[in-house]
């Protein structure tokens, strides 16, 4: 029996190619010490009823977090929309009690630690289909609340579509949009550049002041 009530199931996504930063998992590059992995596992996991990380692969680069490791079930790297179906997949077979899945980018090491509760009381209050997370007027919509039930309709939109643009397949549901405040840290910064490495070093350093 499944519940719209229980902690949802979460993923983080990791299947990126990062191209931005020269390759290689972006998950994996260190700040304060320690892998930003490890920072989205720290503030994300407490928040959900387990968690499954979507990476592409060999899974053993990833095998000292402990975690499931799901790829991809589209292929040609689709984007994160492929993450969010492989999770739902992942969830409706091992975990069929769950109804939901919950996603966060693996590149975001200062996700609020209220970011499932407070998708969660959107989606109840708005009976939404679907729950994204904002910030700075700007939709973040690979962190986001989905319902298993609809993977059908996304991977019919992924293959027979070729839809691959997250905010177009959520425009066909009732969906509930979060706000977090941006300072004194953007709870959704995300690593994308070199130089956001830098950055998110720096804002580490102020968050443990």
Known sequence: MTTDNAAPV???LAGGLA??????DKPMRTIAGRPILAHVIDRFAPQCDGVILNANGDPERFSGFDLPVVPDNVEGHPGPLAGILAALDWTAE???DAAW???????CPFLP???????????DTEAADLAVAASS????????LWKVTLRGALREALVGEELRKI???TARYRLATVSWPAEPVDPFFNA???EDLADAEALARQIAD
């Open 19 to 24: 191209r931005r930063m020269g390759g290689g």
């Open 94 to 96: 091992h975990r069929p």
């Open 167 to 169: 905010d177009r397949w």
């Open 113 to 123: 630690r209220d970011l499932v509760a407070r998708l969660s009381a959107a989606r």
């Open 137 to 144: 007027e700007r939709t973040h919509p690979p962190i986001g």
């Open 101 to 107: 899945v919950v996603s966060v980018a693996g590149d």
């Open 192 to 194: 994308n550049t070199v």
């Open 10 to 12: 979460g993923v983080i």
